[in-house]
């Protein structure tokens, strides 16, 4: 699977930004996909996840939920990061993600198979 992530750049606090990531390579319907992100001098962490086993689950950090929100679009080959109320604490980068397995859960698992290159976001205060 190869994922190419676009839609990064600079925002003010309290704005918004939406990040794609389109794939190729096989099925999509198959894998879960997830953002994850790297703030400078910190570890990669989780950000948003959707599964697609028998209908659509998402799951959030906490520190994002109710701002941003994941969606897929199966058709189109496309998973989507919408960043609503940024705060400069949002500033990464930010990677696009793909795991095999289709039930995907940040519970039982702390990374995903396949890795697309990073889109920085930057949000100023």
């Known amino acids: 699977v190869q994922l190419q992530a676009s839609g990064g750049g600079l925002v003010q606090a309290g704005g918004s930004l939406r990040l794609s990531c389109a794939a190729s390579g096989r099925t999509f319907s198959d894998y879960a996909m997830g953002w994850f992100r790297q703030a400078p001098g910190k570890d990669r962490e989780f950000v948003a996840a959707?599964?697609?086993?028998?209908?659509?689950?998402?799951y959030y950090a906490d520190s994002v939920k109710g701002r941003f929100t994941i969606s897929r679009h199966n058709t189109k080959n496309t998973v989507s990061l919408q960043m609503n109320s940024l705060k400069p604490e949002d500033t990464a980068v930010y990677y696009c993600a793909a795991d095999r397995v289709s039930n995907w859960n940040p519970a039982y698992y702390s990374g995903m198979d396949y890795w697309g290159k990073g889109t920085l976001v930057t949000v100023s205060s």
């Open positions: 959707i599964t697609w086993s028998g209908g659509s689950t998402n």
